[in-house]
């Protein structure tokens, strides 16, 4: 397989990026809305997108997201509860969901208070409930790692070989840690991907994955291009240096 081909967007810094991301979303919302009468996205956690989870909940993008018919799920989590520090659920809440008219039924995270498995499977059945055995998100937001990973698909991780679930618990070794995940092809089966790369720190990854060897299992964000839709990197300059 070719280095994952796809649109790259270089923003001036951290801040053009996030605005990026916000307007990709919205226009992500209103264009699903329109089309199908129902905005499913999915979005994770980590730094990267926090300035544009603030942005999404500040004027003009809170008064023109149709968040009554939006339905956010996340790209993954971690093994803790809800209310915990290091919770994906908990950043987005903080700083975005709970400052929008979002209905809380609209919103689904994965149950990282349960056992890995047990909060895999809810997680598995709730995605099948409510986009059907073969979910297509209408957009999937994505951060990268250092070392290429995404969601919390991590390089060798075992939750790379899932090919049948829409969701996996996987222990990853280097966090010493379990994570929960969406699986490859629930992400691959998105409308679009937008993946979020910024700061000095993340040039090298960025380079490899764009223009390096293609070898998903070391580099598992190279693996999240669409079947049939649109792949997008926003970066800022830092992160696109070595490019
Ligand atoms: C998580 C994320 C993860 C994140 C990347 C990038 O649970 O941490 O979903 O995949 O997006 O690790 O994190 P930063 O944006 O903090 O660099």
Not at 131 to 160: C, I, Q, W, Y
Not at 182 to 192: H, K, Q
Request: charged share 20%; with cysteine.
């Amino acid at each position: 397989m070719q280095p994952c081909s796809s649109d790259v967007l270089v923003c001036r810094n951290a801040r053009s990026a996030a605005q990026e991301v916000a307007e990709r979303f919205t226009s992500a919302a209103l264009s699903s809305v329109a089309a199908q009468g129902i905005f499913h996205v999915a979005i994770p956690g980590g730094s990267s997108s926090r300035a544009a989870f603030e942005l999404l909940a500040s004027e003009p993008y809170a008064s023109l997201i149709p968040w009554d018919r939006t339905m956010v799920f996340f790209t993954d989590e971690r093994c803790v509860p809800p209310d915990h520090k290091d919770s994906n659920y908990r950043l987005a809440n903080d700083l975005l969901l709970s400052r929008v008219p979002i209905p809380p039924s609209n919103v689904y995270r994965f149950p990282g208070e349960l056992p890995p498995i047990e909060a895999a499977a809810e997680y598995e059945q709730v995605l099948g409930q409510k986009m059907g055995e073969r979910p297509r998100f209408d957009l999937v937001v994505l951060g990268m790692g250092e070392d290429t990973h995404t969601a919390s698909l991590f390089p060798n991780s075992p939750a790379l070989d899932e090919t049948q679930k829409l969701a996996a618990a996987n222990f990853v070794a280097k966090l010493e840690a379990h994570r929960l995940t969406l699986t490859i092809p629930v992400i691959r089966g998105a409308r679009r991907v937008l993946v979020l790369a910024l700061g000095s720190a993340k040039a090298h990854a960025v380079k490899e994955v764009l223009q390096g060897e293609a070898n998903e299992r070391l580099h598992p964000v190279q693996s999240v291009a669409p079947i049939d839709g649109r792949l997008l990197w926003v970066v800022d300059q830092e992160a696109a240096a070595e490019l």
